[in-house]
């Protein structure tokens, strides 16, 4: 059972009483009337075919209030876009799939690309852009939930959870983050959060001295949970990061445009267990390797945007303050394992902060090499002004995709 302590500069709403799931979607039946909800789902084609989508549709199949649901589907040809459209026409929702591999949402991406709009590397991020500038266009969804699709342990109740503190008219938070514990089959997970971002953001503190940005940061109990909620009108001003810096690079920009009473996080599982991303050891631009470099350069670009000032001597004390402190999480992760009898292997958490280490002093080079770098998709209120009917061009495409291959209106 969760702990009612309030840690950091942000709401924290815990789950106290294991309220039934039933209680929660009556209430957010009401809610529905006056701010109707969307979901969106970013999903590759292979999900389709593992294990943890169908039981998640099969969930989402019993939700009685969301308006919609928007399906981001990558790396799918003709032939598995139809099977997408059969795999998710279970739900009862209004439901549409925008094939981002179709030829005529590339012609979107490639008007996009003539007026220097278009998201410029492929992945989750260019995948939720889209499927949010479809819900902006399709004016259904009053309040958004994101989550992924390859989560094992799910259950419907993570899903109202999450959209809850957004939907219900008495509360003022416009964003929202999930978080849970990561344990499953007897292991303590997220290695990325446990011994890269944290043990960063207090080394960062130790080298640059006090930070609002960086005491918000530390107030998320996962900030690289794939699971947040958000109202409508965040949509139009955000921009989403096209890298492994996503969550960071979202929790950043919440930070830059709304004051922290606006923003919470709520405990959506008990346990949770996804898909994981291999070590990648010898290959940066690949599974956690590449998500630690992509993450460390999102938080120095956003310091730098605040005033500080990195140099390769700053960046070798920061490797430096971030191992020791790494090393010392190792071993309370290690006792706190034992106590709760589960497994963690100290020679893998050792040598994933060692890979870690490196990868900090490479984002930082990076940094300095490419200052100019801008990773962020542009906002959508940028691009409905350089193209004024991108959002119904958008819309048509979908449609015309859906009526096209399903022969539905």
């Known amino acids: 059972m969760s702990d009612f302590y309030q840690n950091g500069i942000i709401t924290t709403l815990h789950n106290l009483s294991r309220r039934p799931v039933e209680e929660l979607e009556r209430e957010l039946l009401s809610f529905a009337k006056t701010r109707p909800m969307s979901l969106v789902l970013p999903s590759l084609f292979s999900e389709l075919e593992g294990l943890a989508l169908p039981k998640i549709i099969g969930d989402l199949a019993?939700?009685?209030y969301?308006?919609?649901v928007i399906i981001g589907l990558d790396r799918a040809?003709?032939?598995q876009y139809r099977h997408a459209l059969s795999f998710f026409s279970r739900l009862p929702q209004r439901v549409r799939v925008l094939w981002n591999d179709g030829p005529r949402l590339q012609a979107i991406d490639n008007l996009l690309d003539e007026h220097g709009l278009a998201p410029q590397e492929m992945g989750k991020g260019r995948n939720v852009w889209f499927c949010l500038g479809y819900m902006l266009s399709s004016g259904r969804g009053q309040a958004v939930a994101l989550h992924d699709c390859d989560i094992l342990t799910y259950d419907r109740a993570l899903l109202a959870r999450l959209i809850y503190p957004v939907a219900n008219p008495s509360f003022n938070y416009e964003f929202c983050k999930g978080y849970y514990a990561r344990t499953a089959e007897g292991r303590i997970n997220g290695r990325v959060s446990r011994l890269l971002v944290t043990p960063l953001i207090r080394a960062l503190k130790k080298v640059l001295g006090p930070s609002?940005?960086?005491d918000y940061i530390d107030s998320f109990r996962y900030p690289l949970a794939g699971e947040f909620s958000m109202r409508k009108d965040v949509i139009n001003d955000i921009r989403i990061p096209s890298d492994w810096g996503l969550e960071i690079g979202v929790l950043s920009e919440m930070k830059r445009n709304y004051a922290t009473n606006r923003i919470c996080q709520v405990d959506i599982a008990d346990s949770y267990d996804h898909k994981h991303q291999s070590m990648s050891i010898d290959d940066d631009q690949q599974g956690l390797s590449k998500m630690s470099v992509d993450i460390s350069k999102a938080l120095f670009r956003k310091l730098a945007t605040v005033g500080h000032v990195f140099t390769t001597e700053t960046f070798r004390s920061i490797k430096a303050s971030y191992f020791r402190i790494?090393?010392?999480?190792?071993d309370t992760y290690r006792n706190d394992a034992i106590i709760n009898g589960l497994t963690l292997d100290v020679h893998e958490e050792e040598s994933a902060v060692e890979l870690f280490?490196?990868?900090i002093i490479k984002a930082g080079n990076r940094f300095l090499e490419k200052p100019m770098e801008t990773p962020f998709i542009p906002t959508?209120?940028?691009?409905?002004s350089a193209i004024p009917d991108i959002l119904p061009q958008l819309h048509d495409a979908v449609e015309a995709d859906l009526q096209?291959?399903?022969?539905k209106p």
């Open 62 to 64: 019993q939700v009685p």
């Open 66 to 68: 969301l308006e919609e």
């Open 77 to 79: 040809n003709e032939e």
């Open 212 to 214: 609002e940005y960086l």
């Open 326 to 330: 790494a090393l010392d999480f190792v």
């Open 357 to 359: 280490a490196e990868n």
């Open 380 to 384: 959508w209120n940028r691009v409905m």
């Open 404 to 407: 096209e291959f399903s022969g």
